[in-house]
Every structure is written in C-alpha cells, then in structure tokens.
C-alpha cells in the first residue's frame, strides 16, 4: 500500500513538474514572437533596394516569404528563406534576406523584377 502511494505521489509530482515546464516554455517563446514582432516594426520587414545583385532576396533562387513593391524599387522581406540554388555554398540552407553570396556568377535575378 505505501509502494502505491509513493508512486502516485511520484507520478502526480512529475506531471506537475512538465506541465510547469510547458508553460513556462510556451510563455518565453510567446514573449520572445512579440519582442520581435515589435523590433521589426509590425509587419514591416527588412526593406531592400531591388536593384541589390548577389543579395538573397532578389535571387530567383531564394525561398523566403517576399515581395516587390509597386513601383518594384524595393523588395521587402518577410522571413528568412532556404536557398534553391545547387551552384550556391548556402544550397539547402536557410538564409537571411541581406545575405551576400560569396561565389560569383550564381545569382540570377528574381522574374518578379
């Protein structure tokens, strides 16, 4: 009988325990979303010259959430993006949306420009 009771004590403690620590996780990475969401200015993005060559986001490779503004001056970037290009270092990888290419001669322009 006491066996019983220490293992129900264990198992209610340990559940305590997790759940606790779900929250606590849950809480951080939610205050974590809004201190970026309010550093990068509520859906603002990072703002690029679309003129900008060996830069990801205006790579026709580029695999992040983007688009061209209406004059297509500028291209602004969501998120960070993988890179599609096999010639590339980064081939597979995630980038950010100013990230310079090392290799000469893999960009190709974004058809979107």
Same mark, same amino acid.
């Given at each position: 009988m006491v066996e019983n009771q220490k293992r129900r004590?264990? #198992?209610v403690t340990a559940g305590k325990l997790i759940a606790g620590s779900v929250a606590v996780g849950s809480m951080s990475a939610l205050s974590a979303a809004e201190h970026m969401h309010h550093e990068m200015g509520a859906?603002?993005?990072l703002q690029l010259d679309a003129a900008a060559k060996n830069t990801c986001a205006t790579c026709q490779y580029w695999g992040? @959430?983007?688009r061209v503004s209406k004059d297509k001056k500028s291209v602004v970037a =969501?998120? @960070?993006g993988w890179c599609n290009n096999p010639d590339s270092l980064n081939h597979m990888k995630m980038t950010a949306a100013d990230? =310079? @290419?090392?290799?000469?001669g #893999?960009?190709?322009k974004w058809a979107a420009l």
């Open positions: 004590n264990f #198992i859906g603002d993005g992040g @959430m983007r =969501q998120s @960070m990230h =310079q @290419m090392k290799k000469e #893999i960009w190709k």
